[in-house]
């Protein structure tokens, strides 16, 4: 990460975060500020969703492999970097690689995982092996 | 860390500015990367789960307005195992000097990441000043 300032763009965008320049966004998140993408996951009662944010990733450029029941998402924001050429003003996006692993809970059909990326949003679906899921039992 | 940020706007105390001061804290900050080519300055926000559909981008003579709303990423999961997103609208502001010319912002939506590109106005581009 490199910032460079001069007296003349300093004045060209003044920015109201510009005194916290690192710390300046509301994420008191020490995965995000290690450059590693924030995760959510959740549980339902057919399948397990994991949710990654990666702004600039490209499909081409992330991977998501299953292995020994560990998922592990992996991947680096390639087509963003800076042209030649230019004066960089300001830089506060995380560029170096990433990955982020996890373990498989037992219940996870690992032939039916799917993924999908969107607007900068990855979307890992694990649905849950038929057994395990939570049945009504129907009282007669 | 809000505290610094309200002092420069009181410095710069303008009705304009004062009028967006808006309730911060339903808001996240998007990280930016800033660059300056030759005839234009290019910001990129990373905002990911935005859509293009509800990003509002609006451009003032001295002002970027950047809001973007977020879906929440789960709805009504039986149980949340980690929660390290922020799903929250998306709100930052760039104050602009002269020079650049706000009636030809461009701006699209890629991948999550928001890119503008402000373009010089010609009293601002480097000239070459001919040696006699």
Request: aromatic fraction near 6%; avoid cysteine; glycine fraction near 6%.
């Amino acid at each position: 990460m490199y910032v460079r300032f001069s007296p003349l763009i300093d004045s060209m965008f003044f920015d109201r975060d510009l005194t916290d320049m690192f710390s300046g966004f509301d994420i008191s998140n020490g995965v995000l500020r290690a450059g590693l993408p924030a995760v959510d996951v959740a549980e339902h009662d057919s399948k397990y969703e994991i949710v990654a944010e990666l702004p600039g990733v490209k499909r081409e450029d992330l991977k998501v492999s299953v292995e020994d029941g560990t998922l592990t998402l992996s991947g680096e924001r390639k087509q963003y970097g800076f042209p030649e050429g230019i004066r960089v003003v300001r830089h506060e996006t995380p560029t170096r690689s990433f990955t982020r692993s996890f373990e498989l809970p037992k219940d996870v059909d690992q032939t039916r995982i799917a993924a999908e990326l969107k607007d900068g949003v990855l979307r890992v679906q694990l649905p849950k092996a038929e057994h395990a899921r939570p049945r009504q039992i129907t009282v007669t | 860390m809000r505290k610094n940020n309200e002092g420069a706007l009181t410095r710069r105390g303008t009705s304009a500015l004062v009028r967006h001061r808006e309730p911060r804290e339903e808001y996240l900050t998007p990280v930016a990367d800033i660059f300056e080519t030759s005839d234009a300055f290019v910001v990129r926000l990373d905002m990911p789960g935005a859509k293009k559909e509800s990003l509002v981008v609006s451009a003032e003579p001295m002002l970027i307005t950047v809001k973007g709303p977020v879906e929440k990423y789960h709805t009504d999961p039986a149980r949340t195992l980690v929660s390290e997103t922020v799903t929250k609208a998306y709100y930052r502001v760039f104050n602009l000097t002269r020079g650049l010319d706000h009636t030809r912002i461009q701006a699209e939506f890629e991948d999550g990441v928001l890119t503008m590109t402000i373009p010089k106005n010609d009293e601002m581009k480097l000239k070459e000043i001919p040696i006699q």
